[in-house]
């Protein structure tokens, strides 16, 4: 049963930019926290932004003024923006919703590169 499809990983330049998006077929959508994580080769998974139901946002510093976490609650999506993309971005990133347990997507690839 798919919960989470995330898409619009790729590869992209250095100082390039990219959008992801994360659609949820799950009806708790509006009401859950969303979040994007990503895990990079040889490293944990670790937290990039969450977003709650109410709009509020939260950044990993290492993408502060960088990404844009936003929903669209009527179309049970969750996007990150991504701008001035590094080399060290480069990672799998995956879509997380939390609501009394986590679902997670299948994740997306970013590959940051010249």
């Known amino acids: 049963q798919v919960q989470l499809v995330e898409s619009g990983g790729g590869l992209v330049q250095p100082g390039g930019s990219l959008k992801l998006s994360c659609v949820s077929s799950?009806?708790?959508?509006?009401?859950?926290?969303m979040g994007w994580y990503r895990q990079a080769p040889g490293k944990q998974r670790e937290l990039v932004a969450t977003?709650?139901?109410?709009?509020?946002?939260n950044y990993a510093d290492s993408v502060k003024g960088r990404f844009t976490i936003s929903r669209d609650n009527a179309k049970n999506t969750v996007y990150l923006q991504m701008d001035s993309l590094k080399p060290e971005d480069t990672a799998v990133y995956y879509c997380?919703?939390?609501?009394?347990?986590?679902?997670w997507g299948q994740g997306t690839q970013v590959t940051v590169s010249s």
């Open positions: 997380n919703l939390r609501f009394f347990g986590d679902t």
């Open positions: 799950r009806s708790i959508f509006s009401i859950a926290t």
């Open positions: 977003i709650t139901s109410s709009g509020t946002t």
